[in-house]
C-alpha cells in the first residue's frame, strides 16, 4: 500500500524488522563544538544564545578577541579520523547500528551539502566527506547506518525570520532542511533517520508527513528504512516508527510500542569535553544495567561517545565500548533478536531481568547472589526443565522453591576482595 502524508497512515507502517533484532547501537555527536570542546554540544548556544557568563569567559580566556563561531570551523579538522578504526571499534562494542551526527543545531554538515554554502566539511576544516567515510567502513562490516539530523539551526537566519513569523512562512523548511534530508537519503540511503531539533515548530512547518510519505513509499530505503518520533512539537512518543521519547528515556514498565533508550558515556554531555573527569565517566556495570533494563522492556539501546576535533574516539570511551563487547561476546544471545518475555524483571528485586526467545527465557541477574544460589520466583519449571548459564560448560543444578519458583545453584566463584563484574545470563529452557 501507498501511505498518505498523515500520522494515520505513516504510524500504521509496520517497523522494518532488522531494528528491533539489532538490540545495541553506537551514537556518535561530532562537529564544530568539538573544537571549544567545553560544557556540551550546546556551546554555541549557551555562549551566544544565552550569554552564559561561564561560556563567555572561557572564549575570552582561550581565543582571540573577536572569536566568533565560524571561526573554530578551519580547526574541526578530523586529522586522525580513521573510518575503519571506528568501525571496527563499534563492532567489536557488539553494536548493530551506528547513529553519525550528519549535523547539529549549529548547522554545520559533516558532508557536502549542496545548501550549506562554506559550513560544511568539505569546503571547511576536514575537508573530507565524513558522513560518506564512515558509512563505507560500516557496510563492509555490515553494520546498520543511521543518520542523526537536526531539523532546526539555532542562528540560521532563514530559520529565524521563519520563527518570527510565528513559522507561518517555510523558508528555511523548503531551502534547507527538506534538500539536505533528501540529498542524504539519497546519497547515503541509510537505514536509519534519527531527527531531533523538532520541539519549536509542529511538523507542518517541518513537512515531515509528505517526506516521510516519500521515504516509505518512493526512497532507494523504503522498504528498510527506520526513523524515530522527533518530527514536530508534539510528536514524540506519539507519532514515527520507533519512540525516543526523551534524552535518556527509562519507562519503568513494558511500552507498547518499540523504543530506543539514547545514552552517553560521558554523563554530562553528548558531545567532546576537553575537561571531562572520571568520576563523570560511566563504569561498565552501569552501561550494562542500561543495557540489560532496556532490553528486556523491549527496547533498543543506543551508547554514545563524542570524538574529539581531530576524530579521536579517547582511550575510555574505547575502553567502555569494549568491555560491552566483551559482556555482549558471553551473553549477546540473550540480548539480540530477543523479545520481552511475560514478565520483565523479578517482582522482590530489579537486579533479575528477564528475555525470551522462542520457547527459551534468559534470566539475568545484576548482582552475584552470596550463598550462590539464584531464586527465581517468576519461572514455572517442570521436570524437564533444564538449566544453564551462558559461556558455562554443563547444565546447573536446580530445585522447585518452596512456595514458587525454583532455586539455581550456581557455579562457585573463586573468593576475591573485587566485586565479580555485573552481569551473567541463565538460561532457562522447559519453563513457563
Known amino acids: 500500500p501507498r501511505y498518505r502524508p498523515d500520522w494515520d497512515s505513516l504510524d500504521a507502517r509496520p517497523l522494518p524488522a532488522w531494528f528491533d533484532r539489532a538490540k545495541v547501537g553506537v551514537f556518535v555527536h561530532w562537529g564544530v563544538f568539538s573544537v571549544p570542546a567545553w560544557g556540551s554540544e550546546w556551546f554555541w548556544w549557551h555562549w551566544q544564545g544565552q550569554h552564559n557568563a561561564a561560556y563567555e569567559q572561557f572564549v575570552r580566556r582561550r581565543f582571540p578577541p573577536g572569536t566568533s563561531y565560524a571561526d ?29 551526527t550528519t549535523k547539529h543545531h549549529e548547522g554545520f554538515t559533516n ?66 532542511t527538506m534538500p539536505e534530508l533528501y540529498d542524504l537519503v539519497l546519497k547515503y540511503k541509510p537505514d536509519l533517520i534519527w531527527s531531533d531539533g523538532d520541539w519549536e515548530a509542529p511538523d507542518s512547518y517541518w513537512n515531515s508527513t509528505s517526506f516521510l510519505a516519500w521515504l516509505y513509499n518512493d526512497s532507494p530505503v523504503k522498504d528498510t528504512v527506520v526513523v524515530n518520533d522527533r518530527w514536530g512539537s508534539g510528536c514524540s512518543c506519539h507519532h514515527g516508527g520507533f519512540y525516543n521519547c526523551a534524552d535518556k528515556y527509562q519507562p519503568g ?38 543495557l540489560v533494563q532496556t532490553v528486556s522492556l523491549g527496547g533498543n539501546y543506543l551508547l554514545n561517545v563524542g570524538p574529539t576535533k581531530e576524530g579521536v574516539i579517547v582511550p575510555i570511551f574505547q575502553e567502555r565500548l569494549l568491555a560491552l563487547g566483551r559482556w555482549l561476546d558471553t551473553n549477546g544471545e540473550a540480548i539480540y533478536e530477543t523479545r520481552p518475555w511475560r514478565v520483565q524483571m523479578e517482582n522482590s528485586t530489579d537486579t533479575v531481568w528477564y528475555t525470551a526467545k522462542g520457547p527459551v527465557v534468559y534470566a539475568i541477574f545484576l548482582l552475584w547472589p552470596r550463598d550462590n544460589v539464584l531464586k527465581l520466583s517468576s519461572p514455572i519449571p517442570c521436570p524437564a526443565t533444564k538449566v544453564t548459564m551462558l ?39 522447559g519453563v513457563k
Open 72 to 100: 573554530f570551523a578551519p580547526r574541526f579538522t578530523a586529522y586522525d579520523f580513521q573510518p575503519q578504526q571506528w568501525a571496527e571499534l563499534f563492532r567489536q562494542a557488539g553494536a548493530r547500528y551506528v547513529v553519525l
Open 111 to 176: 558532508w557536502g551539502s549542496p545548501v550549506s554554502w562554506n559550513w560544511n566539511s568539505l569546503d571547511m576544516g576536514p575537508h573530507r566527506d565524513l558522513v560518506g567515510e564512515l558509512g563505507q567502513a560500516l557496510r563492509e562490516r555490515n553494520l546498520r547506518y543511521g543518520l542523526y539530523h537536526s531539523l532546526m539551526e539555532w542562528f540560521n537566519p532563514l530559520y529565524l525570520a521563519d520563527k518570527q513569523s510565528g513559522f507561518k512562512t517555510h523558508n528555511f523548511v523548503l531551502k534547507k
Open 253 to 290: 514498565t513494558l511500552p507498547d510500542h518499540k523504543w530506543e533508550m539514547c545514552s552517553s558515556i560521558d554523563r554530562l554531555s553528548w558531545g567532546y569535553r576537553s575537561n571531562m573527569s572520571i568520576g563523570e565517566v560511566m563504569d561498565e556495570a552501569s552501561i550494562i544495567e542500561e
Open 391 to 429: 559461556e558455562f560448560a554443563g547444565t546447573l543444578e536446580w530445585q522447585e522453591s518452596p512456595g514458587k519458583g525454583m532455586l539455581i545453584t550456581l557455579p562457585y566463584v573463586l573468593p576475591s576482595p573485587v566485586p565479580p563484574q555485573a552481569g551473567w545470563a541463565v538460561k532457562l529452557e
